[in-house]
């Protein structure tokens, strides 16, 4: 790791990284970010070994200019536009449907994505530079403060990122306001920077609370955690009935005698890194194969593990509370 002063050289040796799939701390005018290539899943699953978060999040993905927002979501809307022209750069997150390109580990596998343009110059140029939407979380280890200065990432990530570029103190200070986009409303998800009134100044009431679930404007719209119709087990002998469509996900190799209807690894090379990447888009390709059961293999709760079992505990755990 090395903590350098933000300039022109050093930005361009972290957008370098960036694109080689390493992870980059970066200044932004709320909080510094902990970031990585965007559309890079294995870039991805750095974040959350680095940040060791014992379970998945929803990332945001942060972009350098107004106009690339259509590749990353399809809606239009004019408040939408009333917001960037007014908000952006700045302190608004904005939760948006999201495009294919985006993948499932940036979003914990929801069919949202969260996006923002920072108000900083050294983290816009690291995006140009890096010519990819930069996905960060706050650059603090799970469990503790938001970091304003490259000090305070140096203190608890330090021997965990690739580079830490020093753009001095965060003007802001606190998180972005994230607002989600629904049935043409805006519902409050997260206070921040930018004031609720500011931004009903612009466009309106916007909700708070909980949206309603029982209200999906689209399928799946309103799931904040990804967890899948088909019943979910852990592998278990008694599960393993002949006349039922089974599908199966094991961590590295099939050590079952059982014909699956279908079978998916999370990597064959036992790589954590890459499991966690395979995670939700397995999922939802096993949900899209109208199995009876999903089967998993239980993996060791060690690393980015814990946040693999934490999300298959939950989706197991999901179907027993409804049946
Ligand atoms: O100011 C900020 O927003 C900073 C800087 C680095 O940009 N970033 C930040 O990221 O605070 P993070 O990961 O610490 O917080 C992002 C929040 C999380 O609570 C996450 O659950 C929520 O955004 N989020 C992200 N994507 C979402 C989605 N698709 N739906 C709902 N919530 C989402
Ligand atoms: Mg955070």
Redesign the pocket.
Known sequence: MSLVKANSESIRQAAEIIKCGGLVAFP?E?????GADGLNPIAVAKIFEAKRRPSF????L?IADKDSLEKFSPTKSEKIDLLIRKFWPG?L?L?LP?SKIIPDIV??G?P???V?M?DHPVALQLIKASGTPIA?????RFGHL?PTEAKHVEKYLGDRVDIILDGGKSS?G???T?I?FYENGFYL??P??LSKEEIENEIGKIKTGKIDPHRPSSPGQLS?HYSPNTPLKFFNKKFLDKNKKIGALFFQENKIDFKFAEVKFLSATGDLREAAANLFSHLHELEKSNLDLILVEPIEEKGLGRAIMDRLKKASNKLEQEN
């Not at 709320?30 to 902990?34: I, R």
């Not at 960060?136 to 603090?140: D, E, F, H, R």
């Open positions: 932004t709320t909080v510094y970010g902990l999040n929803p990332l945001i942060h302190p997150t939760v999201k979003t914990s929801n949202t994505v969260a923002r920072p960060a979380p706050s650059a603090n938001s802001v606190v998180e972005s994230i989600q998800l997260r921040g920077g904040f």
